[in-house]
């Protein structure tokens, strides 16, 4: 990587203003999976160990600059608190005179919580003054926020290029083995697309068309390949506009040799219901008043083979509507895959690491990345900004 990292700066006795994402879900007012905050805690145990006065900040949810009592971040200084076995002092106030008396009783090694950053209209704005007053607070900035570095906010860009700036260590590991994947590759390199949308996905499947040996295509957006295909597909999903990048996409397949392939069987329901009438049928036999909520066993079995013959599989998105047991056996059967092939096996946040867990293979992944929309910008060759803001090596 060409940013520097925690390893280039002195900390010791700093204050070290560091970004990261606890943007966690919440249940019944406490934290419901600590998958980001563990994920943190590297970075977080380094700064401390070394001495240095740590301020985190982070977001939750969306609250669009007003203050959310929901949204508080003291369940998630609970959390960290009892993760690291450390008082975290949290405060009520994203910057201000709370933060600084807060600060002034800090010492080397202690830790502090600003409240939720998104409660400021400035952070979404990437305001200036906002990013003047987190730079204000501390000597150093550390971005650990890779969940976050797709967005240009005062926390993630702004007060970067107000400090010496630096990645933490999450945010470093993501960026080496996302890195690593797309640009010098193991082969046959598989990667595995599903989710609801091809409108979403457009970006990433170009992008890997130029990278993959195989692309494999479920989840509800395979239904507009097979219909740019001339298939009935009944009342599946389907972007009608977006059958055209369809057919595009796999003429630029055949011409770049990529072996692309779609769903050749469907579980159907006769409604969108967990308890619906479901049958298996091959992929041009889809009744008209019937929809396609899972891949079928055959495209199991055709992916799970071409899984077990990769050497590196990047995965994204569901195979099915995995919320609903009735059409979960595809992702479950994709995520067993993973787990099983002796490649290395990389998932691309959101819904497929949740899958994962919820089948219980997460542990059997080389590397699940804490990004859900940032992983996916950045299999679209994007560059994240948050990474882009921190200083050069
Ligand atoms: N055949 C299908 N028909 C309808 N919906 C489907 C189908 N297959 C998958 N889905 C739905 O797609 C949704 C996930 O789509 P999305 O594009 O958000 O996935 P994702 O990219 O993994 O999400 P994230 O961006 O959080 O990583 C799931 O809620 C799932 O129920
Ligand atoms: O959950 C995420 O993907 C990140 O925390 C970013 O959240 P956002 O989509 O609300 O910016």
Redesign the pocket.
């Known amino acids: 990587m060409n940013k520097k990292t925690l390893k280039d700066l002195d900390v010791k006795g700093k204050k070290v203003f560091c970004r990261v994402d606890f943007n966690v879900p919440m249940a019944n007012g406490e934290v419901s999976d600590d998958t980001r905050i563990k994920a943190a805690l590297p970075t977080i145990e380094y700064l401390t160990e070394q001495g240095a006065i740590l301020i985190l900040a982070s977001h939750l949810g969306r609250p669009k600059g007003e203050v959310v009592k929901d949204l508080r971040l003291d369940p998630i200084a609970k959390r960290l608190s009892d993760l690291i076995g450390k008082d975290v002092t949290k405060t009520d106030a994203v910057f201000g005179k709370e933060v600084n008396e807060a600060l002034s009783l800090l010492s080397d090694g202690d830790i502090l919580l600003i409240e939720n950053v998104r409660f400021e209209p400035g952070e979404e704005k990437n305001d200036e003054k906002l990013a003047q007053s987190f730079a204000d607070m501390a000597d150093l900035y550390v971005n650990d926020a890779f969940g976050a570095a797709h967005r240009a906010h005062a926390s993630t860009t702004g007060v970067a290029e107000k400090l010496p700036a630096a990645a933490g260590l999450l945010m470093e590991k993501e960026l080496d083995v996302l890195g690593k994947a797309l640009e010098n590759p193991e082969r046959p390199f598989t990667a595995i697309i599903?989710?609801?949308?091809v409108k979403?996905?457009i970006g990433v499947i170009d992008h890997l068309l130029d990278k993959v040996d195989n692309l494999l295509i479920?989840?509800?957006?395979?239904?507009t390949f097979i219909k740019a295909q001339g298939h009935e597909i009944g009342q599946?999903?389907l972007e009608e506009d977006k059958i055209d990048v369809a057919k595009q996409f796999m003429e630029k397949a055949k011409e770049k040799g990529v072996n692309f392939i779609i769903p050749e069987d469907?579980i159907v329901a006769d409604e969108?219901a967990e308890d619906a009438n479901t049958k298996i049928v091959a992929i041009d036999e889809i009744p008209k008043d019937w929809?396609?909520?899972?891949i079928g066993p055959k495209t199991r079995e055709t992916f799970s083979e071409i899984v077990a013959d990769s050497k590196l599989v990047i995965w994204?998105?569901?195979?099915?509507?995995?919320?609903?047991n009735a059409?979960a056996g595809g992702?479950q059967a994709v995520a067993e895959a993973l787990a099983e092939t002796n490649g290395y096996t990389v998932i691309?946040?959101?819904?497929?690491?949740?899958a994962a867990s919820k089948f219980g293979f997460a542990d059997q992944m080389d590397h699940v990345s804490t990004g859900?929309?940032a992983?996916?910008e950045f299999m679209e060759g994007k560059e994240l900004p948050g990474v882009q803001a921190l200083d050069e090596k």
Do not use: Q
């Not at 599903?194 to 949308?197: D, Q, S, V």
């Open positions: 599903g989710g609801a949308k979403d996905k479920g989840g509800g957006l395979a239904y599946s999903l469907a969108f929809e396609a909520l899972d994204n998105g569901p195979m099915g509507v995995f919320e609903f059409f992702t691309g946040g959101g819904d497929s690491a949740a859900g929309g992983s996916l």
